[in-house]
Each structure stands twice: as C-alpha cells, then as structure tokens.
C-alpha cells in the first residue's frame, strides 16, 4: 500500500503497468509460463536428451507442472516443492498470503516468547502477537526514520512504514533460521532510529545474492500478468482487499492489495495450460504445513490436478521450501528408484535438528517482490 492509501496505490500500479508496455515492446505479452517451458524443452532437445528431470521451489512449481501436463513423454523425476495451486493462478494465490502469514506467525511467536529475555518481545506468544500489533500502529502514524537505510529486494528505504515493517517481517517468516533476526530487527524498531540503523547487517538475508530487484522483478511481473486474465475493476480489488483484511489482518494487505496487472495492456495470447493426470507417474510434491508464501491449500490443489500421477508429502513444518529429514529421504529415494512413494505426513523434526535441503539449489525460492 502506497502512504497516501488505496487510490495512490491505484495510480502507482496504472504507472507500473505502463511503463512495463511503454518499454517492453511486442516481446511483452509473450513473457509467459508456457512460454518458459516450451524454451525448456528446445534447451532439451538441442542437448540431445530424450527426457529432463526438473526440480522447482516456489513459482518454479508451477513451471514444472506445465512443462509436464505440455511434455509428458519427456519427462523423468520431478519434485515440486512448496506448490502454487494450478486453479488459484494468480490472483486467488496472492489472496491466500493473508492465510498463510496467519498459520505461520504462531511459530515466530513461540520463539521470540521463548527468547523474551534476550528481544523483550512478549513472554507468551499473545504478548509477542500484541507487540505486532502495536508496532504496527505505530509506523503506520509515526514511520521511523533511519540514518543509513535499511536495504529490501534490492532497493534501500530510509523510513520504515507499517507497510514496510509489515513486508520485512513477512519475508523473514520464510525460515526458521531467520528468527533471531527478526526478532533483532522489531527489537530495533522498538529502540531507536540509531538501533535500527545498526540492525541494517542483519538483513542482508533479504537479500542474499540477488540480481538487481528490477531485474528479477520485471519479467517475475510480466509472466504473472501475461498467464491469465486478472480482474480490471478497481471497485473489486478494493472490496476484496477490505474483506481479506478482515479475515487476516496481519498480513493480507500483501497479497490482496491491486496489482499492475489490473492495467495491463495486453490481453493473454493463450488460455492457461490445464495441468494433466494424463502421464506417467512420476511427480512429488513437497510441501510444508505452514508456509506462508505457498499455503497448503495450494499444494492439495496441485495435487488434485495431477491425480494419479502425483504424491505429496506434508511435513509438519514452517517456513517456504521443505528442509525436513522424513521429507528429504523420500525425495532422494525417488530420485535414485524413480518410484514415488504414496502421500505421506512427516512428523516435524526434533529440536535442534540441521535442515537439509532436499536438493542444491538457492536457499529460498524466491516470488515476486510484496512491497508496492
């Protein structure tokens, strides 16, 4: 949400939309998920292999599952982790953020109450949960203003607002590991301007090794707003971010605020690919029971839509992307046998246990960015 509100927002995203048309040229409309998985099997071809194994995190799952309901016959294993529901693309996906943040925040809670004495958070997890609240309020009347800046998907912000303060604390539910910092950087926010300031370090998780945030941002924009048709009246996003936020406070103004694809110019070259139970049996979904970007609901989708040639496995875990033990072995075990195991729930894993990526690849996969 812009500082000025819903109609400032609106006038944003109708600018983001045209300048997306204004310098993208006829290549623009055919930025597309479909797109993307016929140009993966040229480079599959053009290597010569007459299948293609495919592992994807995030987006990357919704990729993948095109790319075999498209090519069926060519292709071998494939892991899906952390799902986008092939029925909820794109704007019903977003909405469920408000969901998500909300299964997710209780373990955040738990951890900041448990830790009270060193963050002086809360000493439950409902006090934790209050201080949201209130620190909330309290950037969205009074933003703090930061010497230095804090750094965010590339970009660096010199004031923090409630919209700002509600995005970071978002993006650092993704992993357990990134706890201590978040609970370092409201601790911050409750001190000082000077103490949030000398937090800026700690957030280097937001931003890892990323490209530049346009870079990443761009295209990420053009394939959602070129799969499928979004909503064009504006009365709708409106009413719709307002009976979200109802529902789910602490977070659904990220998701199920108006988009630029309610301005785009171009209008989808395709229908969406319907994702098919047609094919071998040969897809695994991994999903963890409280993500906050991908919520379960989304993965139970694709696998319905896969049928008989999908199983998902359910760990009993927070965060986006699947690093839990029971999960991992079932994954590598289909990978080396090609035999998929049946749905299955994993227990979480005992304190204190390393997480183990199921496979090499960037730590977290990575959506657009929520800050608009």
């Not at 998920?33 to 099997?41: K, Q």
């Not at 040969?282 to 896969?306: G, K």
Request: net charge neutral; hydrophobic share 45%.
């Amino acid at each position: 949400m812009q500082p000025a509100g819903f109609r400032a927002t609106v006038a944003f995203e109708r600018w983001v939309a045209g300048r997306c048309a204004a310098t993208s040229g006829a290549l623009l409309p055919y930025i597309t998920t479909a797109n993307t998985a016929r140009d993966m099997d040229a480079i599959r071809a053009a290597l010569g292999e007459p299948k293609l194994s495919y592992y994807g995190g995030s987006y990357g799952t919704y990729l993948g599952a095109v790319y075999a309901s498209l090519f069926p016959d060519r292709t071998d294993r494939v892991i899906l982790d952390s799902s986008v529901g092939p029925h909820y693309v794109w704007r019903a996906a977003f909405r469920l953020v408000g969901l998500g943040g909300d299964l997710r925040f209780p373990d955040f809670a738990a951890f900041a109450a448990a830790n009270d004495a060193t963050y002086h958070l809360g000493a439950t997890p409902q006090a934790v949960e209050q201080t949201y609240y209130r620190l909330l309020h309290r950037l969205d009347t009074n933003p703090l203003t930061v010497p230095g800046g804090i750094g965010y998907g590339g970009a660096v912000f010199t004031v923090v607002n409630g919209a700002l303060f509600r995005a970071i604390t978002f993006r650092l539910l993704y992993d357990d590991g990134l706890f201590p910092t978040l609970a370092a950087y409201w601790r911050a926010v409750v001190e000082s301007p000077i103490a949030a300031a000398t937090r800026q370090p700690s957030l280097a998780a937001l931003d890892g090794d990323q490209v530049p945030g346009n870079s990443q941002a761009g295209p990420a924009l053009a394939v959602l707003c070129d799969d499928v048709q979004w909503l064009r009246p504006v009365a709708e996003y409106r009413f719709q971010l307002r009976s979200d936020e109802l529902l789910h406070p602490k977070f659904a103004e990220l998701g199920s605020n108006i988009w630029p694809c309610a301005f785009w110019r171009y209008r989808p070259q395709e229908p969406p690919v319907t994702i098919s139970p047609i094919g071998p049996r040969n897809v695994l979904i991994l999903e963890n029971a409280r993500d906050p970007i991908t919520p379960l609901p989304l993965a139970l989708d694709m696998r319905a839509s896969f049928g008989n040639r999908a199983s998902l496995v359910v760990a009993d875990a927070g965060g986006h992307g699947v690093t839990n033990t029971c999960a991992g072995e079932l994954a590598v075990g289909f990978l080396a046998s090609g035999v998929l195991p049946g749905d299955t729930f994993c227990p979480a894993d005992p304190p204190g246990t390393a997480p183990k990526a199921v496979m090499t690849a960037p730590a977290q996969p990575r959506w657009p960015p929520l800050i608009r």
